[in-house]
């Protein structure tokens, strides 16, 4: 080697990788100059529907929900990473197969909202079970009355939940900690835990749904588990079971819903997720005493942003270096 080209080596070897361009959708610039202290091989772009056209044609990665028509104009794109754990808005249900079908890897941040989602469903259970919305109207009134007849204990009940991924897992724990046999229905095969000592693959969800007294849905919602709870399954539940929904609305039938609380086949349900999505005024499900509606906040709390975004640094530092990502989705099943 001359010494001219081994000049050329050593000083290509000392100038900085080539930039990532890093697009971040709708992000405010305190949180822009967050992303950008992480490495110096990162450009982060705030975007917004004003400029991401003029941005993407050139961007390496963007951060957010992503359009089948953005993912066609970022010819560049090598990583999408959504700020949530459900990415059926990037995928299938999307409007297009456009990045389910490229070579793009999609991330999430999955099982980062686990806590949140499993303390609001054992919280809708728990208030249902010890009568707490017929209380509060009470307080209101200024009334004092017992009712210990509709009181009910978790323990040695049983639990379905449909979804034991990051947060089904986390919800099986509390289940158990009060004492509930639990039973997980999922189509990954989920090794053994004393939390949920037993799991069903999706098509024998029929043979178990009759044994509960709630089913929990924390499944992610794709094409697989789209209105898997229909009205056959809603007919099948146990009378005065429980119903709590805390992933996504698709993957229930609210008309079956609907109808089972009229018909009083349930005692009650929780959903922080509806479909449709908000819950329109006016909508039957509003009537019931015996159900608590959330606006979609199951996953909200002191800490969710802290830790949603420590894993959007990792994968961004990941990205510049050329090291494997976390929280790959399979877009191919959506989860």
Wanted: charged fraction near 25%.
């Amino acid at each position: 080697m001359s010494r001219l080209t081994l000049l050329f080596v050593l000083t290509a070897a000392l100038l900085p990788a080539q930039t990532k361009k890093i697009l971040a959708w709708n992000t405010p610039p305190e949180g822009v100059r967050e992303l950008q202290g992480i490495t110096d091989k990162a450009r982060i772009v705030a975007v917004s529907k004003e400029n991401v056209m003029q941005e993407i044609a050139d961007a390496d990665a963007f951060l957010g929900d992503i359009t089948p028509e953005l993912v066609r104009a970022g010819k560049k794109l090598k990583w999408v990473q959504t700020r949530s754990a459900g990415v059926e808005r990037s995928l299938h249900l999307s409007g297009g197969n456009d990045l389910r079908d490229s070579n793009i890897i999609l991330t999430n941040n999955q099982i980062v909202q686990g806590p949140e989602i499993a303390d609001h469903a054992m919280a809708m259970l728990l208030s249902l079970t010890r009568g707490l919305p017929g209380f509060i109207e009470m307080r209101k009134q200024g009334r004092w009355q017992a009712r210990r007849g509709a009181l009910l204990e978790l323990n040695g009940r049983t639990a379905v939940i449909i979804g034991l991924g990051g947060i089904g897992q986390q919800i099986a724990m509390r289940a158990w900690a009060h004492g509930m046999r639990v039973i997980g229905v999922d189509p990954e095969d989920i090794p053994y835990s004393p939390f949920w000592p037993r799991v069903v693959k999706p098509d024998q969800l029929d043979e178990v749904v009759p044994e509960a007294d709630v089913i929990f849905i924390s499944a992610p919602h794709t094409t697989m588990s789209h209105k898997m709870m229909g009205a056959r399954q809603f007919d099948m539940m146990k009378r005065d079971s429980f119903f709590i929904a805390v992933s996504r609305g698709g993957i229930y039938d609210m008309n079956a819903l609907v109808k089972a609380l009229d018909s009083r086949r349930l005692a009650g349900a929780g959903v922080d997720v509806t479909d449709p999505e908000p819950l329109p005024e006016g909508h039957p499900l509003w009537k019931f005493d015996n159900v608590i509606i959330t606006p979609h906040i199951a996953g909200r709390s002191d800490k969710d942003a802290a830790r949603m975004t420590n894993t959007i640094k990792e994968n961004i530092k990941r990205f510049c270096d050329g090291r494997p990502l976390i929280n790959v989705v399979d877009k191919q099943k959506g989860y």
